[in-house]
Nanobody, 120 residues
Framework: QVQLVESGGGLVPPGGSLKLSCKPT????????MGWHRQAPGKERELVAH??????NYAESVKGRFTISRDYGSNTVFLQMDDLKPEDTGVYYC???????????????WGQGTQVTVSS
């Protein structure tokens, strides 16, 4: 199974920006879907952004501030986060749906999570 390595989290003041990266370690033939989720302390994990078949959806709370994207060469998935707010604090997880051969079954992998803290 493909492993995902996340990076880019950290401490940032309100109004700041961060860009999270999620890089797969194995070979991917087809990336069918990608997404970012987050989990705040004491809360359930929630979907932040997702792209499947070219259609992108964002949580209402991040629309206009966050952008999900990918590098087609490396299949690295990104989450650009602008105008960050304290309520954006949490552990951010990426996940992808992919195949390792062009007609293989679709598999799902999750990253290990990266901490984002928005505080002055």
């Amino acid at each position: 199974q493909v492993q995902l390595v996340e990076s880019g989290g950290g401490l940032v003041p309100p109004g700041g920006s961060l860009k999270l990266s999620c890089k797969p370690t194995g070979t991917i033939a087809s990336l069918n879907g990608m997404g970012w989720h987050r989990q705040a302390p004491g809360k359930e994990r929630e979907l932040v952004a997702h792209n499947t078949g070219g259609i992108t959806n964002y949580a209402e709370s991040v629309k206009g501030r966050f952008t999900i994207s990918r590098d087609y060469g490396s299949n690295t998935v990104f989450l650009q986060m602008d105008d960050l707010k304290p309520e954006d604090t949490g552990v951010y997880y990426c996940n992808i749906y992919y195949t390792t051969t062009y007609y293989g079954r679709i598999q799902n992998s999750w990253g290990q999570g990266t901490q984002v803290t928005v505080s002055s």
